[in-house]
């Protein structure tokens, strides 16, 4: 399967920062996307992009499809303490295939 | 609006017995099923999708099979389970739509082999 390079796999933070995890991987997607899992529930999308260069918000979030197709990053914005759980990059290949990175697994002390 | 189920929640199964888990998709039609299993800690790793009745790929060589006897119905199976199967198996849908896919997850089942 296709290899996602997914970093960093963990962060602890403060109520209130900002956080930013990115994707990078040596195929071009067709799609990136963004998930969150909560702890035993199936992943949750945040955001979908679909061309190159594309900027998303959703509330706090904002992520941006690469230029080069190869990369994507996920920003939050004040977090919260809900903000807790594994969020997944995906990237969608061939209209049938997602493959997903390894997770970032965020904390936020209140 | 869609709904995806998936049973059961959590599964205790011996070494060497057989696995089914289902999962069926409800308000869509010809929906690309697939199944992934997340191993403890780590990112979901892609095993079979389907794109119809009966069409299976299978990404990675591994103990399980997977079928899909019905548009909306994708089964995972095993004959004789490993202790290597143990995991959170995880079935999910897309389509086709006006801006390209998007995969969507049932709530997984957390499988226990001992």
């Known amino acids: 399967g296709q290899q996602l390079n997914q970093s960093p796999q963990s962060m602890f933070i403060q109520e209130g920062e900002d956080v930013s995890m990115n994707c990078t991987s040596s195929?071009?997607?067709?799609?990136w996307l963004w998930y969150k899992q909560d702890p035993g529930e199936g992943p949750v999308l945040l955001i979908a992009?679909?061309?190159?260069?594309e900027l998303t918000s959703n509330g706090r979030l904002t992520a941006q499809f690469g230029i080069t197709r190869k990369d994507s990053f996920l920003n939050i914005s004040a977090s919260i303490p809900s903000d807790v759980g594994i969020y997944f990059c995906?990237?969608?290949?061939?209209?049938?295939?997602?493959?997903f990175g390894s997770g970032t697994k965020l904390n936020v002390k209140p | 609006s869609q709904t995806i189920h998936q049973w059961p929640a959590t599964l205790v199964q011996p070494v060497g017995s057989p696995l089914s888990l289902e999962c069926t998709v409800e308000?869509?039609?010809?929906?690309?099923l697939y199944w992934y299993r997340q191993a403890a800690g780590r990112g979901l790793q892609l095993l079979f999708y389907?794109?119809?009745?009966?069409?299976i790929s299978s990404e990675v060589p591994q103990n399980l099979s997977a079928s899909r006897p019905q548009d909306r119905q994708f089964i995972l199976s095993s004959k004789k389970l490993l202790l290597s199967d143990s995991g959170f198996y995880l079935c999910?849908?897309?389509?086709?739509?006006?801006?390209?896919?998007?995969?969507?997850f049932g709530q997984g089942t957390r499988l226990t082999v001992v």
């Open positions: 995906a990237g969608q290949l061939n209209f049938n295939k997602f493959y």
């Open positions: 992009l679909y061309k190159a260069g």
């Open positions: 999910a849908w897309s389509v086709l739509g006006p801006r390209n896919t998007e995969a969507f």
């Open positions: 195929s071009i997607f067709n799609t």
């Open positions: 389907s794109v119809g009745i009966g069409q």
């Open positions: 308000g869509t039609s010809n929906p690309n």
